[in-house]
């Protein structure tokens, strides 16, 4: 629905973003396999089950969002999130 709110504060001051996170939890991602990564996201055990939610788009979708430039200004963006 256009002008729905769907949130009046993010939890942190000062910042203006949003995290749409995404989780399969029938099976850990890639990034989980990697044990250096697994002990960085130890505190947050849901971390190993996050998706980019990117790459669950209709393809056509995924694709023009892929090009779009990141935070970063460059595509070809990245994602510890596994795939």
Same mark, same amino acid.
């Given at each position: 629905?256009? %002008? ?6 993010? =939890? /942190?001051? @000062?910042?203006? *973003?949003v995290n *749409? +996170?995404?989780?399969? /939890? ?13 002990? $960085?996201?130890?505190? @947050?055990?849901?971390?190993?089950? =996050? ?8 393809? $056509? %979708?995924?694709?023009?969002? @892929?090009?779009?430039p990141?935070?970063? =200004?460059?595509? +070809?963006?990245?994602? %510890?999130? +596994?795939?």
């Open positions: 629905m256009v %002008d729905e709110v769907i949130a009046t504060e993010v =939890g /942190m001051l @000062n910042n203006v *973003f *749409f +996170g995404v989780y399969d /939890m029938r099976q850990k991602n890639e990034a989980s396999k990697n044990p250096a990564w697994a002990s $960085a996201h130890s505190q @947050n055990p849901a971390d190993s089950y =996050g998706i980019c939610w990117l790459n669950s788009l209709p393809h $056509a %979708d995924s694709e023009a969002v @892929n090009l779009l990141s935070r970063y =200004g460059k595509n +070809g963006k990245t994602s %510890d999130k +596994g795939k």
